[in-house]
């Protein structure tokens, strides 16, 4: 139902900050809750962090704790991941993923909406 749009991402150095957004069209945002993927090239896509509908509990990914802030605001459509602390191995593009379940998943196949990603870049 809900159409995804990532953007925010660039080049960054080690060590260095980006927030990513990701914006949804429709009318039914707050009822999913939405995750943050990242795939490398050559590697599997992994789950970052993830944002629960209603109650807005979240979970991240061991590699991005302490580093990373997953946040929504509904009444613009709209969920952030705000990425200090970066580093190369951040490198990927992050896609953004809704689901209608109540809780948190780490499995894309969880998720059933996406959008086409951003890239990180992290390098200097």
């Known amino acids: 139902q809900l159409q995804l749009v990532e953007s925010g991402g660039g080049l960054v150095q080690p060590g260095g900050s980006l927030r990513l957004s990701c914006t949804a069209s429709?009318?039914?945002?707050?009822?999913?809750?939405i995750g943050w993927f990242r795939q490398a090239p050559g590697k599997e896509r992994e789950g970052v962090s993830c944002?629960?509908?209603?109650?807005?509990?979240?979970n991240y990914a061991d590699s991005v704790k302490g580093r990373f802030t997953i946040s929504r605001d509904n009444a613009k459509n709209t969920v952030y991941l705000q990425m200090s602390s970066l580093k190369p191995e951040d490198t990927a593009v992050y896609y953004c993923a809704a689901r209608t379940g109540y809780y948190c998943s780490d499995v894309p196949l969880d998720f059933g909406s996406w959008g086409q990603g951003t890239q990180v870049t992290v390098s200097s």
């Open positions: 429709g009318f039914t945002f707050d009822y999913y809750t």
């Open positions: 944002i629960r509908r209603s109650y807005g509990t979240t």
